[in-house]
């Protein structure tokens, strides 16, 4: 069963920026999948498992931006 999980990204400007987010939350185990966009700030990762959104911002984090989960 996948599960998927929506962010709000601040910070990003391109596409330089939104290959640094996927790069960073693409290390966490089990996700599957990752949408990002530059333009609308918007995060959709994807995992085969229950995501900890602390590790998903924590990634975002390290990747030079900041995060927040979307409702």
Known sequence: MTTSNEYQVTGMTCG???MSV????GELSGV???QV???TGRLVVTSEEPLDDAQVLTAVQ????SAVKAR
């Open 16 to 18: 330089h920026c939104e």
């Open 22 to 25: 996927r790069e960073e939350v």
């Open 32 to 34: 599957t999948d990752i």
């Open 37 to 39: 966009s530059a333009q």
């Open 62 to 65: 390290e990747a030079g931006y």
